[in-house]
C-alpha cells in the first residue's frame, strides 16, 4: 500500500511573474536563487531580430536532423544523453553555426549572458560557460519543432540528465541547485507550441517510479493529471525562464506551416561563487 501512496506525485508551490519589455538581472538571480519559478517576458526582443535569426536558422549549412524521437532540426549542441568529451567536441564543431545565427545582429542570449555577467560579478559570482579539456559549451542552440499531437514537446524535467551526467562533467553539481532553463522564441505558430508548467518538482524517488531516473523524459498523462498546471501564451520576441526542475512541456501545434524555433540554454550555480551556463 505504501509504495502506491509514496507515488502521487507532491504539488510544488510555483512563483511565476510576467512582465513586459526587457528583463531584468535581479528577476533572472531570483530564478537562480529558487525564489521565482517562472518568468514570462514578453515583447523582451525585437521581431526584427526574431525574423532574422529565423532566416539564418533555416538557411544555416549546420541544420542537422533530430534524433532523440522528436520531430525537428537544430543548430548547435545538446549535452542530452552524452559524455563530456563527445558534448563539448560537437559544441567546438557548432561553434561557427551557432555564431552565424546572429550575424550583424544585436544578439538576446549574449546581451543578457552579459548583464548577468556583471552583475553577479558585483557580487563576487563568476559566470561562464561550461568546459572541459575538450572545449567549452556554446551560449544557446537553436531548435525547431515539427511535430503534431497532444505535445510537441512531452513533459519532461531537466534536472535528471544533469544529476547523471557523469564526473567528467563539471556541470553535475548544478543539479543540487536550480538548472535554469532559459528559452527565447524567434518563431512561434500562432495556436498551441506554449509552455506548460505543473506544479511539481519531481525527487529520484519519484523519477524511479515513472523510470525517467536517468533522461527525465518524459512523464506520463496519468501521473501528473491531478497536479496543477499552468500554460503560456509564447509570441515571437517572449523569452521564458524556468526553474528546469518542474515538470514542463510543450503542447501541440496547430498545422499552420509556421514552426517553432527556439533558443535554449541552461544555467545554475555550481559553487556558491560559481555559475555555470551551457545547452
Not at 510555483?14 to 521565482?36: H, P
Not at 525547431?144 to 524535467?157: N, Q
Not at 544529476?163 to 512561434?188: I, K, Q, W
Amino acid at each position: 500500500m505504501s509504495s502506491q501512496i509514496s507515488q502521487a506525485p507532491a504539488i510544488s508551490p510555483v512563483s511565476i511573474r510576467e512582465r513586459i519589455g526587457s528583463i531584468s538581472t535581479a528577476d533572472i538571480i531570483s530564478v537562480l536563487k529558487g525564489e521565482t519559478t517562472a518568468l514570462h517576458m514578453k515583447q523582451a526582443f525585437s521581431t526584427e531580430v526574431a525574423e532574422e535569426i529565423t532566416t539564418n536558422f533555416t538557411g544555416s549549412t549546420g541544420l542537422k536532423e533530430r534524433k532523440d524521437g522528436v520531430p525537428g532540426q537544430y543548430v548547435g549542441a545538446s549535452h542530452y544523453r552524452k559524455d563530456a568529451a563527445t558534448y563539448f567536441a560537437e559544441a567546438e564543431n557548432a561553434r561557427p553555426y551557432v555564431e552565424a545565427l546572429f550575424k550583424n545582429l544585436v544578439d538576446p542570449v549574449r546581451a543578457i549572458f552579459g548583464a548577468l555577467k556583471r552583475e553577479l560579478h558585483n557580487q563576487g559570482i563568476e559566470l561562464r560557460l561550461a568546459r572541459s579539456e575538450h572545449g567549452q559549451a556554446n551560449v544557446c542552440r537553436a531548435i525547431s519543432w515539427s511535430g503534431s499531437g497532444a505535445f510537441s514537446l512531452d513533459p519532461h524535467d531537466d534536472v535528471a540528465q544533469v544529476l547523471r551526467a557523469g564526473s567528467d562533467y563539471e556541470l553535475s553539481s548544478v543539479a543540487h541547485n536550480t538548472v535554469a532553463a532559459l528559452n527565447f522564441y524567434p518563431s512561434m505558430p500562432e495556436e498551441g507550441g506554449n509552455l506548460r508548467l505543473w506544479s511539481h518538482k519531481p525527487t529520484v524517488a519519484d523519477r524511479k517510479s515513472q523510470g525517467v531516473e536517468t533522461t527525465g523524459y518524459p512523464y506520463s498523462a496519468a501521473y501528473l493529471e491531478p497536479v496543477p498546471c499552468r500554460e503560456f501564451q509564447l509570441k515571437a520576441g517572449d523569452i521564458a525562464l524556468i526553474d528546469g526542475g518542474f515538470v514542463h512541456g510543450v503542447t501541440g501545434q496547430s498545422g499552420n506551416g509556421k514552426r517553432r524555433l527556439v533558443l535554449n540554454s541552461f544555467f545554475g550555480f555550481a559553487r556558491p561563487d560559481l555559475v555555470l551556463w551551457w545547452t
